[in-house]
C-alpha cells in the first residue's frame, strides 16, 4: 500500500458518486484514495471533521486581482487570503484592471512575477483578446495562460481595448487552432449607446436609471454575434457572468446544436432582485446589471438544466472613492462587485432554499470551472489523483458578514450585514491546512 501522510474524514464527504462517509488519503499533496470511512492508515495523521461536509475546494474562475499597477483596489496577498477563508484553493485572474493588462507574453510575465510568493491559494492567468494584439496569442498559450478574455463593449479601463466582429472573427480562428479558449463578456455597445441617449436627463441616482443603461438587448446581440462565430470557427467559447433570462433561450439553442458554448453566471444576479437595491446603494452596480425578480429566477432554473454551467464571484473590488459611496452616482461609480470570499455562502444560502444540494455545489463552484480552465486533471473534485483541495463547510450555521469578517481589500460589498447560510470551517491546499476557520497561512500558492 501507498503510505499516507494525512487523512481527513468527515460522515459527508462530496464525491461524484454521491455525499457519503469517506476518509480522503493523502500522500505528498495528492489524493490516494477515498476510502472507507474507517480506514485509517497506522502513522497517517487524521483529521476528523464528524458531521460537517467535505467539499473540494472552489475553483473561482472569474477574478480580478488588479496587481499590478491598480494594487490599491485588490492585490494577490489579500484576495488569495480572501479566497482561503471563503473554501477557495484555486483562483483564475482575469487580464483587465492591471497595468500592464494581460495582453502580452511581456505582460504575462510581469503578472507572474507580482504575484510570485504572495498567493495563499493557487493562481491561474487568463490573456486578454484587444485590438491589434493576435501575433501574442500563440506565445501566450505557450507561457501557460488557460484562455484568453475579450469585451465586445467599452471595458471601462482604457488599458483593454474592446473588439468586433472584424477583430473577433480572426482571434477566434487563432484560438481555435491552439485549442485554447475564448471568454467573452457578452454585451454589445449599439443597444447601450441608444439607452444613453434617452437617459440623459435621468436620475444618476436611482438604480432604475442604470438598469435602464444596460437593456437585455445588449446581451441578447451579443450572444446571437459571439454564438455565430462559434460556429464558424469552432473555438471554444464562454459567455462570463450571463444575467439576462431574454438571452437564454440563444444559449439553449447553441446547447442544443452541439456547439462548444457555455455560460456562467454569478453569486449576485442569484441572490439579489432590481426590485429591491436603494437608490444610491452604488455596492450593488456592476456591468451587466442586477435586473428583476423573475429574471432572477430564470438563471436559477437555466443554472439547474445546465444551460448555465457554473458560478464564478466575477470579484470585481475598487477603491471606496471610486465607488462614490457618499454621492451614491450609479452612472459615475466604478461597475464591479466584491464577493469572492462570501461566494460559497452567498450561493448555498440562495441554492438551498430552492432544493438543490451540496452535489449541485459542487458542480457548479468546483468541477465545472476547473473544466473551463483546463485543470479537470487536478482540481474540481474529491478522487483519486487530484490535488487535495478541501474544503470543510457547516452548511447548516449561519454568518452575519460585518466588516471584521471580509479579508478583501477593502469592505465595500452589497452583502453587509447579510446573514448567510454556510461556514468554511477549514482550507486545504494540496493537502496543506491553509485556513483553521480564524487564520490563513499565505505561503503555500502555486503559479499555475
Known amino acids: 500500500m501507498t503510505a499516507v501522510d494525512l487523512v481527513v474524514r468527515s460522515r459527508r464527504v462530496v464525491t461524484a458518486a454521491g455525499v457519503v ?12 484514495a477515498v476510502a472507507d470511512w474507517r480506514d485509517v492508515p497506522a ?46 484553493t484555486t483562483l483564475v485572474d482575469m487580464p483587465l484592471n492591471s497595468i500592464p493588462p494581460t495582453t502580452t507574453r511581456e505582460a504575462l510575465a510581469a503578472k507572474r512575477n507580482a504575484a ?10 487568463w490573456g486578454g483578446v484587444v485590438p491589434g494584439n493576435a501575433g501574442e496569442l500563440a506565445g501566450m498559450v505557450q507561457d501557460g495562460v488557460r484562455g484568453f478574455k ?9 488599458e483593454f481595448g474592446w473588439v468586433g466582429e472584424r477583430e473577433l472573427a480572426p482571434a477566434m480562428a487563432i484560438l481555435a487552432g491552439l485549442r485554447s479558449t475564448l471568454l467573452v463578456h457578452a454585451e454589445v455597445a449599439g443597444p447601450i449607446d441608444r439607452a444613453a441617449a434617452a437617459l440623459a436627463d435621468a436620475d ?16 441578447e ?23 439576462a433570462a431574454t438571452a437564454l433561450p440563444l444559449l439553449r439553442a447553441a446547447r442544443a446544436e452541439g456547439l462548444p458554448l457555455s455560460a456562467e453566471t454569478c453569486p449576485h444576479y442569484l441572490r439579489f432582485a432590481a426590485e429591491a437595491i436603494p437608490d444610491g446603494a452604488t455596492a450593488y452596480k456592476c456591468a451587466p446589471p442586477i435586473r428583476d425578480e423573475a429574471n432572477r429566477e430564470a438563471l436559477w432554473q437555466a443554472l439547474a438544466e445546465g444551460v448555465l454551467e457554473l458560478v464564478a464571484s ?135
Open 314 to 448: 466575477d470579484h470585481s473590488p475598487c477603491t471606496p472613492a471610486l465607488k462614490q459611496l457618499e454621492a451614491g452616482d450609479f452612472v459615475a461609480a466604478w461597475g464591479g462587485i466584491a464577493g469572492l470570499q462570501l461566494a460559497l455562502p452567498v450561493v448555498w444560502t440562495e441554492a438551498r432554499r430552492r432544493g438543490h444540494t451540496l452535489l449541485d455545489l459542487a458542480r457548479w463552484m468546483c468541477a465545472a470551472p476547473a473544466r473551463l480552465a483546463g485543470l479537470a486533471a487536478t482540481k474540481g473534485a474529491i478522487a483519486a489523483g487530484l490535488d487535495a483541495d478541501l474544503c470543510v463547510f457547516d452548511d447548516a450555521a449561519t454568518v452575519v458578514v460585518t466588516p471584521a469578517l471580509v479579508r478583501h481589500r477593502h469592505g465595500v460589498t452589497p452583502y453587509a450585514g447579510a446573514e448567510l447560510v454556510g461556514r468554511v470551517h477549514a482550507t486545504y491546499l494540496r493537502g496543506e491546512r491553509v485556513f483553521d476557520g480564524t487564520d490563513v497561512d499565505g505561503s503555500r500558492g502555486a503559479l499555475i
Open 150 to 158: 475579450c469585451f465586445l463593449v467599452d471595458s471601462g479601463v482604457e
Open 43 to 88: 502513522g497517517a495523521r487524521l483529521d476528523d471533521v464528524g458531521e460537517l461536509a467535505i467539499l473540494p475546494g472552489v475553483v473561482d474562475t472569474h477574478v480580478h486581482l488588479n496587481e499590478p499597477g491598480r494594487t490599491e483596489w485588490e492585490g494577490f496577498a489579500t484576495a488569495t487570503r480572501a479566497a482561503a477563508a471563503g473554501g477557495a
Open 221 to 243: 446581440e451579443a450572444i446571437a454575434l459571439v454564438t455565430r462565430l462559434c460556429r464558424d470557427t469552432g473555438a471554444r467559447t464562454h459567455i462570463v457572468h450571463h444575467s
Open 21 to 32: 462517509p469517506a476518509a480522503i488519503h493523502v500522500r505528498g499533496g495528492t489524493i490516494r
Open 116 to 125: 510570485r510568493g504572495q498567493c495563499a491559494v493557487d493562481v491561474g492567468f
Open 204 to 219: 444618476p441616482r436611482r438604480y432604475a436609471t442604470y438598469l435602464a443603461s444596460r437593456p437585455p438587448a445588449a446581451e
